[in-house]
Structures are given as structure tokens and as C-alpha cells.
């Protein structure tokens, strides 16, 4: 099983969300062109309502504590409320390309 349908399966069963998106990243990065090191996570959950950003991200690492471990390397998270991902129209946030040293 590929990391990116690891993680889909791993945080559709903790979070049930309404969206999950999770994009493999990890072409944007010089350091592991074609790998499986860097994911866009774009997550809509109940379970996000009332906490703050801060929470919500604290959360979804510890759901993927042993994924992080096993040697992925980042998640560009973006947790929403239902309300929240249909104030912003269900639009997925861009990503850039990386500009940092070799990651």
C-alpha cells in the first residue's frame, strides 16, 4: 500500500470527514523527485469544530504519528469545518513549489 492511500485510510477512519484530499507533494521538493515524502492533506471534519488550527493539527499528527516515524517528512495540512470548507467554496488550497534547501 502506497503512503498516500495509507493515509487516506488512516484519517478517513479517525476523522470520518465530509472532504479528504491528499495530494503527493513530494515532485516540489529537490530532494525526493518521485517519492512519497511531502503531502497536501485538505481535511473537513465535525471533529475540527470548536478547536482552533492549533488543535486540529496537533490531531492529525498524532493520527500519523508512526507514518511520520516510518520517514515521511511533511504535511501542508488545511483542516476545516464543514462551515468553514463551504464559506470558502470547497476550494482546494494551492500549493507553491518549494524554496528551501534540499527538502
Same mark, same amino acid.
Given at each position: 500500500?502506497? *503512503? ?5 485510510? %488512516?484519517?478517513? &477512519? %479517525? @476523522?470520518?470527514?465530509? @472532504? ?19 503531502? *497536501? !492533506? !485538505? ?10 488550527? !492549533?488543535?486540529?493539527? %496537533?490531531?492529525?499528527?498524532?493520527? !500519523? ?25 470547497? &476550494?482546494?488550497? &494551492? ?9
Amino acid at each position: 500500500m502506497s *503512503k498516500q492511500q495509507a493515509l487516506t485510510e %488512516k484519517l478517513s &477512519q %479517525k @476523522f470520518l470527514p465530509h @472532504f479528504i484530499h491528499i495530494e503527493n507533494e513530494s515532485h516540489r521538493h529537490r530532494a525526493d523527485r518521485g517519492g512519497e515524502s511531502h503531502f *497536501k !492533506v !485538505v481535511l473537513v471534519s465535525d471533529q475540527f469544530n470548536e478547536l482552533s488550527r !492549533v488543535a486540529r493539527h %496537533k490531531l492529525v499528527y498524532q493520527c !500519523v504519528a508512526q507514518e511520520l516515524a516510518d520517514g515521511l517528512h511533511a504535511l501542508a495540512l488545511h483542516t476545516f469545518t464543514l462551515a468553514e470548507w463551504r464559506a470558502r467554496d470547497r &476550494q482546494i488550497p &494551492q500549493s507553491t513549489n518549494c524554496l528551501g534547501g534540499g527538502h
